[in-house]
């Protein structure tokens, strides 16, 4: 058998000798009732240990491949096709197999404990449902009726939003554009996926900040992309780390959260800014801006964004109404050259047809109401509440053991514990208390960092959170 397991591969030896097997049953190397290698002679051919081989016939034997004769052998199975000649896929290798990687483990662990449990959620990037202007919206929907067109709208989406957010844009950000340089998406994600799967190809060298929410995002792996991190300190990356990447490296995107970044609420300074605007268009660096959280500034000025200071249109913008307004309706928006925005529309007309009509003409009144700059100056005065809360707690719980920055704006806090403790444990603890945070490596971070995001918890409920985290690192510290 010339045929060997890659030792090297992440799937295990005996799912790899399984694979292996079930191919030659399926091509006729190995016929009906023929006998296979004993586990023995397998386990010689392969230099596997036998338990290896055991394991591999057993999961043969548990998807009806094989019959294990006691005291003859292991043989195909006489029935492999079924009584009617159908057999059941084997949904396993496929998902393993599959080009679309899937969240890492702790990311899906997070998601399964919150969802449905009585926890105080402090790992969840949305905002807390009283943070909602649902009152607006049934007035909006009982005083308005639709009349919009119910079939496919335009690849790029509907022409008044676009209107609606070329005006938004230019009056709280300053971002001179037209609608036809703007593509609605379903939220932030869908326009981050298009652009890494339009613009970009395998092998590409990409640089993000670190930390960052990109690094959780399996986009990017899945794609092929190689990752360079941009560390950040208190006024963001910094620029000549770019050009050291660049240099050694060619980056063809760099990907940027520049206000109230997630997870640090670091604030990208102003010179920063204006450096890595010139980086990009002395080497021809493509930037993509994320902007998600630049109208909650507590103190309500808005910094100037990337693409408003963009005179060479190197700037691709990215922003949605998931945190500032609902992210259930998944409005968000890419702008830029028309003829990117064509491409992005392209690709995403073949994913979906299109935007939905309905959350368009939703979010479309809602931009254009009066009900618009009340919310958003609700939303700062609440999302402080919350900081001042996060930061009172932390200094009265575990003072002596963590230290922050305090951000001005956006909905996460970042600190660091001062001691080394197992940080899947830690989690894990404070899952049982009753409480759920971000792991600082899930985000790219070395460990001892965390993320709680002080937007999703109502404020009466944050101080309890921290407590509960509090008795948890108590515990897992006591045992270490």
Request: net charge neutral.
């Amino acid at each position: 058998m010339e045929w060997k397991p890659d030792r090297k591969e992440k799937r295990p030896i005996y799912k790899q000798i399984a694979d292996y097997l079930e191919e030659g049953i399926s091509t006729g190397i190995y016929t009906i009732e023929s006998m296979l290698p004993s586990e023995r002679v397998l386990a010689e051919e392969l230099q596997v240990n036998r338990s290896t081989v055991v394991a591999a016939y057993e999961e043969l034997q548990s998807l009806g491949i094989v019959e294990r004769i006691k005291g003859s052998g292991t043989r195909v199975s006489t029935d492999i096709w079924g009584l009617e000649h159908r057999r059941i896929p084997n949904w396993s290798r496929y998902l393993e197999r599959g080009s679309f990687l899937p969240n890492l483990p702790v990311v899906q662990k997070i998601r399964k404990e919150t969802q449905g449990n009585d926890l105080i959620n402090m790992a969840s990037g949305e905002l807390s449902p009283s943070l909602l202007p649902n009152e607006q919206f049934r007035r909006i929907l009982s005083d308005q009726s639709f009349t919009g067109y119910l079939g496919y709208d335009d690849p790029q989406g509907n022409e008044d939003l676009r209107r609606t957010i070329s005006s938004h844009v230019n009056e709280f950000k300053n971002i001179k554009t037209f609608p036809s340089s703007i593509l609605i998406t379903s939220g932030a994600q869908q326009a981050l996926h298009l652009i890494v799967q339009c613009l970009l190809k395998p092998g590409d060298a990409v640089a993000i900040e670190d930390p960052s929410y990109c690094f959780s995002l399996p986009i990017f792996h899945t794609a092929g992309l190689k990752i360079y991190r941009l560390p950040i300190d208190s006024e963001g990356i910094n620029p000549d780390d770019l050009i050291h990447l660049h240099k050694k490296h060619r980056i063809k995107m760099v990907f940027l959260n520049p206000d109230f970044q997630n997870p640090t609420g670091t604030v990208l300074s102003m010179e920063r800014r204006k450096q890595i605007l010139n980086i990009s268009a002395e080497y021809g660096i493509p930037i993509i801006e994320d902007d998600p959280y630049s109208l909650t500034s507590f103190d309500g000025v808005v910094n100037p964004t990337l693409k408003s200071m963009d005179d060479n249109g190197n700037v691709l913008y990215i922003s949605s109404l998931s945190k500032i307004i609902a992210s259930g309706l998944r409005i968000g928006w890419v702008i830029g050259p028309p003829k990117v925005i064509q491409r992005l529309a392209d690709a995403k007309q073949q994913v979906d047809f299109g935007h939905s009509v309905f959350p368009q003409w939703v979010a479309n009144q809602f931009l254009g109401s009066e009900y618009f700059h009340p919310h958003i100056q609700f939303l700062r005065n609440q999302l402080q509440q919350r900081r001042d809360q996060i930061v009172q707690s932390f200094k009265e719980l575990l003072d002596d053991k963590i230290s922050f920055s305090i951000p001005e704006g956006g909905i996460h806090m970042w600190c660091k514990l001062h001691r080394s403790v197992d940080e899947q444990k830690l989690l894990e603890e404070s899952i049982r208390k009753g409480v759920a945070f971000v792991p600082g490596t899930v985000l790219g971070s070395e460990k001892g960092n965390q993320r709680f995001t002080f937007g999703r918890a109502d404020t009466n409920l944050i101080h309890t959170g921290i407590a509960r985290f509090s008795e948890a690192l108590i515990n897992k510290e006591q045992r270490q």
